[in-house]
């Protein structure tokens, strides 16, 4: 046999097998378009599996704030360092650390015997004055003594007086004092110490009102005022937000980081937050009325933001504009109406038109979607 007819022989057996495969692709083909067939989409409910399971929000109205977001560290709305104003040998100590003190209260006292002594000499000579002056004034009623005696007499009280309020404030000094009400640090000394008006005893702390420092960008200055809200968390106080408002602004702003002081004040009646302590702060700038939807609802393409609205049971594209957005939430600003279901799961294998069956639905905008876990319960 030759070559030729060899070859003949091999393409005509190839023809007859793919004829073959053809055909059988066919009836089977056949057999599952019939409407009895083994795998038609009656008999396994074809019509639901056509159906994109997904999960429903509804569109909300909801108050949407713009805020800054910045960390700072709180400081005591008054704070210093207690030293006395004189020197002398520490003979008590009249606080407890962490104590609340009023102004005027007594928080150290030094060995005084001196200054004592030097008060009770001052008012004697005092005493003395006055009566050499009494004497003469009843003398110069009778022209006994000299109109200037008398007034030598006269400075000479006014003198001596000035020698009592002087042993006074001396006298005074030996006891150091709170000059505002506050909380006292940790004592520096101890009874038996010699101390001077450099040396640091105490601590004291106005904490009423906590005053909290940050910066924010030179992009925003002219859109923080004071009085703006301020919102402050602490890692301290999980779940907890302290409520306050913008106190002062800085006149200028940093060349190198193009940044400007804000100072913020927060009320602190229980006492719970200290001088030192890590901030976070959001600075609410205004507030309005917009709709919300869930952010993962939001389909970014070729630049473009749509959402898949839910109408008689079908997926329908919507082109949207956003506004604000806030965890979790974005705020569309035109294509959508209150009240309006979107999909916010499932998005990635939606089309426009397409069918979908709800698994779930997230009530609103401010609620969390189901876990996906909800679908096996729905279906189970």
């Known amino acids: 046999m030759s070559i030729a007819r060899q070859i003949g022989m091999v393409a005509v057996l190839v023809a007859a097998a ?9 009836a089977y083909t056949g057999r599952m378009a019939q409407p009895g067939g083994a ?47 004189t020197s002398g040998r520490v003979v008590r100590i009249a606080f407890r650390p962490g104590q609340k003190v009023l102004a005027g209260d007594t928080l150290a006292e030094l060995d005084d015997e001196i200054e004592r002594a030097d008060l009770t000499e001052a008012e004697a000579r005092l005493d003395e004055a006055e009566l050499a002056l009494a004497r003469a004034m009843t003398l110069s ?3 006994t003594i000299s109109q200037a005696s008398v007034e030598q007499l006269r400075a000479a009280r006014v003198a001596a007086r000035a020698q009592v309020d002087r042993a006074l404030r001396r006298f005074a000094d030996r006891t150091v004092i709170a000059p505002f009400d506050g909380i006292v640090g940790l004592g520096q000394v ?8 450099d040396t640091v005893i105490t601590t004291l702390d106005d904490l009423s009102r906590i005053e909290i420092e940050f910066q924010l960008p030179e992009t925003v200055f002219g859109q923080v005022q004071p009085g703006d809200p301020v919102a402050a968390t602490s890692a301290a106080y999980p779940g907890r937000t302290f409520a306050g408002e913008v106190a002062s602004i800085d006149s200028r702003i940093d060349r190198a980081s193009r940044a400007f002081k804000v100072r913020a004040v927060v009320p602190n009646e229980d006492l719970a937050l200290a001088a030192g302590m890590f ?47 806030e965890l979790g939430r974005v705020e569309i600003t035109d294509g959508l109406a209150e009240g309006e279901k979107v999909v916010a799961r499932g998005v990635q294998s939606l089309r426009d038109g397409a069918p979908v069956k709800a698994i779930g639905d997230g009530a609103g905008a401010g609620e969390a979607a189901p876990e996906a876990g909800a679908e096996r319960q729905v279906r189970g």
């Open 39 to 85: 795998a038609s989409g009656e008999g396994r409910g074809g019509g639901d599996r056509a159906a994109a399971s997904v999960i429903l929000a509804t569109a909300e109205l909801a108050e949407v704030e713009s805020r800054l977001e910045a960390v700072g560290t709180s400081r005591a709305l008054r704070a210093v360092e207690i030293v006395p104003l």
């Open 190 to 197: 101890e009874v038996g110490a010699r101390v001077d008006d």
């Open 279 to 325: 901030m976070h702060l959001s600075v609410v700038l205004d507030s309005h009325e917009g709709l919300m939807v869930p952010e993962e609802a939001v389909v970014v393409e070729g630049g473009r933001m749509h959402i898949f609205v839910v109408e008689d049971g079908k997926a329908s594209r919507r082109i949207v504009s956003l506004g604000k957005r």
């Open 141 to 143: 009623e009778s022209n």
């Open 18 to 26: 793919a004829a073959a495969a053809y055909a059988g692709h066919a």
